[in-house]
C-alpha cells in the first residue's frame, strides 16, 4: 500500500501568509556564507541542509489521503478536503490513471467535504466514484453543498458513474479489507482500518481520545491493536487540549499514549491546527518525539503529515 498526503490541516486551509515566506525567506539569508553560492553543486548542498520548517512547508489544504496498491486502477480516498484537487490534479498527469475512486468520508463538517466539488475526476464519465460512510443521507448531504447560493454547479452534473454505499459492516475492496469505528468528537466521526495481507494501517482524524479507547477490549483490540500505521489527530498542545476539552481533538502527548497503549510501530500526526506555522509544527514534532523517549516507548515511529508525504506500507 502506498499512502500519499494531500491535505493536512483541520478546520480550514490556511495557506502561508506572504509574512511567513518573507520570514523564511529571511531566516535562509542570515545562513548563507559565500561558500554557499559558489557553484550549482554548493547552492544544492546548502539547500539540503536546510531544516524542513524553512525549506518546504508543512501545507495549507484540508484533509484528504490516498491509497494505492500495484494495481493503479483502484484509488481509496479518505475525506474531501480541499486536498483531494490536488490528488485530482496529480492525477491527470499519471500515465496509468485510476478508474475507480472509493471515497470514505469520516464525518461532514466542512473542511472535510468542502473539496469534493473540485474533484477533476467526478466530472469525468468513464471514471467510477463510489462514496461510503457509517451516516446515513450520503447523497443528500453530499449534494447540499453544491446547491445554490453556496456553489453554482450541482452534483447532477457531475458526470462520473457516482454511487453511495451505507457502511453497516466491513467490506472488501482492491483486495483489501476496510473497517470502521466511531470515535469522540461532536456530531461523531469515523476512523477506517485498510488491511492488505496483514498489513493494516488507520485514519483517524477527528477525535478526542478518551480513557474509553485506551481499554482493552474486542472492539479496540481488534481495530487498534498492532497497526502498521496510524494517522491521528495530533490538533493540540496538551494545554490547548485542556482549554478547549471536548471540541473534538487531541493533544500529541495523549496520541503518543495511544499508540504505545496500541503497539502501534508508526504513528503520523495530522490534522493541524490552522493558527500553526510550520516552525511551530516541527517543534511540536521534536516534542513528541522527546515524549516518546522520555516515556521510555519502544518501537515507535513519529512522522509529521505534510504536503506531498508518501509513505509505503
Known amino acids: 500500500m502506498k499512502i500519499h498526503f494531500w491535505g493536512v490541516r483541520g478546520s480550514i486551509p490556511s495557506p502561508a501568509s506572504p509574512g511567513r515566506v518573507k520570514s523564511k525567506i529571511s531566516a535562509i539569508l542570515e545562513q548563507v556564507t559565500p561558500e554557499d553560492i559558489i557553484d550549482a553543486e554548493s547552492r544544492e ?18 484533509p ?3 491509497v494505492t496498491f500495484d494495481d493503479p486502477k483502484d484509488c481509496i480516498v479518505f475525506d ?28 461532514f463538517h466542512w473542511d472535510h467535504i468542502q473539496g469534493l466539488p473540485f474533484f477533476p475526476q467526478c466530472y469525468n464519465p468513464s471514471v467510477n466514484v463510489d462514496f461510503y460512510s457509517p451516516f446515513s443521507g450520503l447523497e443528500s448531504i453530499l449534494s447540499g453543498q453544491m ?21 453497516e459492516k466491513e467490506i472488501k475492496i482492491a483486495g483489501c479489507t476496510i ?26 482524524t477527528d477525535t478526542e481520545l478518551t480513557s474509553g479507547d485506551f481499554t482493552d477490549n474486542g472492539e479496540n483490540t481488534a481495530f487498534f491493536r498492532d497497526a502498521d500505521l496510524i494517522i491521528i489527530d495530533c490538533q493540540y498542545t496538551l494545554g490547548e487540549a485542556v ?17 504505545a497503549n496500541w503497539k502501534i510501530k508508526h504513528m503520523v500526526m495530522f490534522h493541524h491546527d ?20 522520555r516515556m521510555n516507548f519502544k518501537g515507535i515511529e513519529i512522522t509529521l503529515a505534510y504536503e506531498g508525504l508518501e509513505i509505503i506500507i
Not at 285 to 292: D, E, K, M, T, V
Request: glycine share 10%; net charge positive.
Open 45 to 62: 548542498k546548502f539547500l539540503a541542509g536546510l531544516p524542513p520548517w524553512l525549506f518546504g512547508t508543512v501545507g495549507g489544504n484540508s
Open 64 to 66: 484528504c489521503i490516498s
Open 80 to 107: 474531501c478536503g480541499s486536498g483531494i484537487r490536488e490528488l485530482g490534479v496529480a492525477q491527470l498527469n499519471e500515465k496509468k490513471k485510476a478508474s475507480n475512486f472509493h471515497i470514505f468520508l469520516s464525518h
Open 147 to 167: 446547491v445554490q447560493p453556496y456553489f453554482p454547479v450541482h452534483m447532477g452534473i457531475m458526470g462520473a458513474k457516482k454511487s453511495y454505499h451505507l457502511l
Open 179 to 204: 473497517s470502521f469505528k466511531k470515535m469522540n468528537h461532536p456530531g461523531d466521526s469515523y476512523s477506517f482500518c485498510v488491511n492488505e495481507n496483514g498489513k493494516r494501517i488507520i485514519y483517524a
Open 243 to 259: 482549554d478547549k476539552y471536548n471540541w473534538g481533538h487531541s493533544a500529541f502527548s495523549l496520541a503518543v499514549d495511544f499508540a
Open 274 to 293: 490552522p493558527a500553526y506555522d510550520d516552525s511551530k509544527l516541527y517543534g511540536i514534532l521534536q516534542s513528541a518525539r522527546w515524549y516518546l523517549e
